[in-house]
Protein backbone atom coordinates (compact mmCIF):
# COMPACT_ATOMS: atom_id res chain seq x y z
CA UNK A 1 0.00 0.00 0.00
CA UNK A 2 1.24 3.88 -0.04
CA UNK A 3 2.20 5.79 2.14
CA UNK A 4 -0.57 7.75 3.15
CA UNK A 5 1.76 10.81 3.72
CA UNK A 6 3.11 10.55 0.58
CA UNK A 7 0.06 10.37 -1.50
CA UNK A 8 -1.24 13.15 0.49
CA UNK A 9 2.12 15.05 -0.09
CA UNK A 10 1.46 14.59 -3.89
CA UNK A 11 -2.06 16.48 -3.23
CA UNK A 12 -1.23 20.43 -4.08
CA UNK A 13 -3.61 21.80 -0.93
CA UNK A 14 -2.29 18.90 1.50
CA UNK A 15 1.31 19.11 0.75
CA UNK A 16 2.05 22.63 2.93
CA UNK A 17 0.14 21.00 5.92
CA UNK A 18 2.24 17.80 5.39
CA UNK A 19 5.31 19.76 5.37
CA UNK A 20 4.13 21.89 8.35
CA UNK A 21 2.54 19.39 10.94
CA UNK A 22 4.59 16.12 10.28
CA UNK A 23 3.49 12.48 9.76
CA UNK A 24 0.38 12.71 11.65
CA UNK A 25 -0.49 9.08 12.38
CA UNK A 26 -3.74 7.89 13.70
CA UNK A 27 -2.93 7.17 17.22
CA UNK A 28 -5.28 4.22 18.22
CA UNK A 29 -7.07 3.79 21.80
CA UNK A 30 -6.51 0.62 23.90
CA UNK A 31 -10.00 0.22 24.87
CA UNK A 32 -12.65 0.55 21.87
CA UNK A 33 -15.25 1.37 24.77
CA UNK A 34 -13.87 3.87 26.44
CA UNK A 35 -13.40 5.53 23.18
CA UNK A 36 -17.00 4.89 21.72
CA UNK A 37 -17.92 6.62 25.38
CA UNK A 38 -15.48 9.60 24.65
CA UNK A 39 -17.01 10.50 21.49
CA UNK A 40 -20.49 10.33 22.81
CA UNK A 41 -19.61 12.66 25.25
CA UNK A 42 -18.04 14.99 22.66
CA UNK A 43 -20.98 15.00 20.81
CA UNK A 44 -22.56 18.59 19.72
CA UNK A 45 -20.16 20.63 22.79
CA UNK A 46 -17.01 22.38 22.71
CA UNK A 47 -13.99 20.59 22.99
CA UNK A 48 -13.45 22.00 26.70
CA UNK A 49 -16.47 20.51 27.82
CA UNK A 50 -16.40 17.42 26.60
CA UNK A 51 -12.34 17.39 28.62
CA UNK A 52 -13.55 18.50 31.69
CA UNK A 53 -16.36 16.27 31.95
CA UNK A 54 -14.65 13.33 30.28
CA UNK A 55 -12.22 14.03 33.40
CA UNK A 56 -14.72 13.93 35.82
CA UNK A 57 -16.67 10.62 34.51
CA UNK A 58 -13.13 9.09 34.60
CA UNK A 59 -12.43 9.63 37.58
CA UNK A 60 -15.83 9.01 39.20
CA UNK A 61 -16.22 5.67 37.35
CA UNK A 62 -14.77 2.64 36.50
CA UNK A 63 -15.64 3.36 32.54
CA UNK A 64 -16.30 -0.24 31.72
CA UNK A 65 -19.47 -1.83 30.19
CA UNK A 66 -20.78 -3.28 33.51
CA UNK A 67 -20.04 -0.26 35.39
CA UNK A 68 -21.77 2.07 33.06
CA UNK A 69 -24.57 0.22 32.75
CA UNK A 70 -25.22 -0.67 36.18
CA UNK A 71 -24.67 3.46 36.83
CA UNK A 72 -27.57 5.55 38.69
CA UNK A 73 -28.56 7.97 35.60
CA UNK A 74 -28.43 10.69 38.25
CA UNK A 75 -25.05 9.88 39.11
CA UNK A 76 -23.51 10.17 35.61
CA UNK A 77 -25.71 12.97 35.26
CA UNK A 78 -24.00 14.80 38.53
CA UNK A 79 -20.68 14.57 36.84
CA UNK A 80 -22.25 16.33 33.63
CA UNK A 81 -23.58 14.24 31.47
CA UNK A 82 -27.18 15.51 30.20
CA UNK A 83 -29.98 13.41 30.92
CA UNK A 84 -29.94 12.74 26.78
CA UNK A 85 -26.16 11.38 26.87
CA UNK A 86 -26.14 9.85 29.95
CA UNK A 87 -28.84 7.09 28.58
CA UNK A 88 -26.61 7.22 25.29
CA UNK A 89 -23.58 5.82 27.21
CA UNK A 90 -25.71 3.68 29.16
CA UNK A 91 -27.12 2.26 26.02
CA UNK A 92 -23.27 1.37 24.72
CA UNK A 93 -22.64 -0.63 27.61
CA UNK A 94 -26.01 -2.65 27.24
CA UNK A 95 -24.87 -3.01 23.57
CA UNK A 96 -21.02 -4.36 24.81
CA UNK A 97 -22.52 -6.64 26.95
CA UNK A 98 -25.42 -7.74 25.02
CA UNK A 99 -23.52 -8.18 21.67
CA UNK A 100 -19.92 -8.88 22.90
CA UNK A 101 -18.40 -5.99 21.47
CA UNK A 102 -14.58 -5.68 21.63
CA UNK A 103 -11.75 -5.09 18.68
CA UNK A 104 -11.99 -8.60 17.35
CA UNK A 105 -15.90 -7.73 17.17
CA UNK A 106 -15.41 -5.37 14.54
CA UNK A 107 -12.11 -6.62 13.19
CA UNK A 108 -13.40 -8.35 10.03
CA UNK A 109 -16.49 -6.16 9.27
CA UNK A 110 -16.57 -2.91 6.39
CA UNK A 111 -16.32 -0.08 7.59
CA UNK A 112 -20.24 0.04 6.38
CA UNK A 113 -21.31 -3.23 8.60
CA UNK A 114 -19.25 -1.08 11.42
CA UNK A 115 -21.40 1.88 11.02
CA UNK A 116 -24.37 0.33 10.79
CA UNK A 117 -24.30 -2.04 13.71
CA UNK A 118 -22.87 0.94 15.99
CA UNK A 119 -25.86 3.31 14.66
CA UNK A 120 -28.35 1.17 15.40
CA UNK A 121 -27.42 1.72 18.96
CA UNK A 122 -29.46 4.86 20.45
CA UNK A 123 -27.43 7.89 20.81
CA UNK A 124 -25.20 6.86 18.54
CA UNK A 125 -25.02 8.61 15.06
CA UNK A 126 -22.59 8.47 11.65
CA UNK A 127 -20.03 11.29 13.56
CA UNK A 128 -19.71 8.58 16.32
CA UNK A 129 -19.61 6.04 14.15
CA UNK A 130 -16.75 7.63 12.05
CA UNK A 131 -14.67 8.93 15.59
CA UNK A 132 -14.96 4.90 16.47
CA UNK A 133 -13.87 3.38 13.33
CA UNK A 134 -10.75 5.83 12.54
CA UNK A 135 -9.45 6.08 16.61
CA UNK A 136 -10.55 2.73 17.82
CA UNK A 137 -9.97 0.71 15.06
CA UNK A 138 -7.20 2.65 12.62
CA UNK A 139 -9.70 2.40 9.43
CA UNK A 140 -7.70 4.60 7.25
CA UNK A 141 -10.21 5.82 5.12
CA UNK A 142 -13.02 7.48 6.43
CA UNK A 143 -13.89 10.84 6.00
CA UNK A 144 -16.17 12.81 9.14
CA UNK A 145 -18.00 14.99 6.67
CA UNK A 146 -20.41 16.00 9.83
CA UNK A 147 -17.85 17.26 11.77
CA UNK A 148 -17.22 21.25 12.48
CA UNK A 149 -13.56 21.03 12.62
CA UNK A 150 -13.13 19.14 8.94
CA UNK A 151 -15.75 21.51 7.49
CA UNK A 152 -13.99 24.60 8.51
CA UNK A 153 -10.27 22.58 7.79
CA UNK A 154 -11.96 22.11 4.12
CA UNK A 155 -12.81 26.14 4.09
CA UNK A 156 -9.36 27.40 5.22
CA UNK A 157 -7.84 25.03 2.75
CA UNK A 158 -10.41 26.41 0.08
CA UNK A 159 -11.49 29.79 1.06
CA UNK A 160 -14.70 28.91 0.93
CA UNK A 161 -17.72 27.06 2.58
CA UNK A 162 -18.26 23.88 0.80
CA UNK A 163 -21.39 21.59 0.77
CA UNK A 164 -21.09 18.23 1.94
CA UNK A 165 -21.60 16.65 -1.19
CA UNK A 166 -18.53 19.13 -2.33
CA UNK A 167 -16.19 17.84 0.35
CA UNK A 168 -17.17 14.24 -0.34
CA UNK A 169 -16.22 14.60 -4.15
CA UNK A 170 -12.54 16.85 -3.05
CA UNK A 171 -12.17 14.26 -0.74
CA UNK A 172 -12.29 11.55 -3.15
CA UNK A 173 -8.63 12.58 -3.95
CA UNK A 174 -7.27 11.51 -0.85
CA UNK A 175 -9.28 7.70 -1.28
CA UNK A 176 -7.60 5.25 0.20
CA UNK A 177 -6.41 7.07 3.30
CA UNK A 178 -9.28 9.92 3.70
CA UNK A 179 -8.69 9.46 7.83
CA UNK A 180 -5.32 10.98 7.56
CA UNK A 181 -6.23 13.69 5.38
CA UNK A 182 -8.90 14.28 8.08
CA UNK A 183 -6.09 14.59 10.86
CA UNK A 184 -4.56 17.22 8.66
CA UNK A 185 -7.91 19.27 8.25
CA UNK A 186 -8.11 19.60 11.81
CA UNK A 187 -5.22 21.00 12.03
CA UNK A 188 -5.90 23.22 9.39
CA UNK A 189 -8.62 24.50 11.22
CA UNK A 190 -6.69 24.58 14.77
CA UNK A 191 -4.38 27.25 12.82
Do not use: C
Amino acid sequence: MTDPHDLLRADPEMAPLVAEHGELELDLVEDTFQRLVTSILRQQVSIASADAIEERLFDRFEVTPAVIAAADPLALQDVGLSAAKADYVQNVATAYRERGYDRAFFADLSDDAVHDELTSIAGVGPWTADMFLMFALGREDVFPVGDLGIRKGMEALYGAETTRAEMRDIAERWRPVRSYASLYLWRAYEG
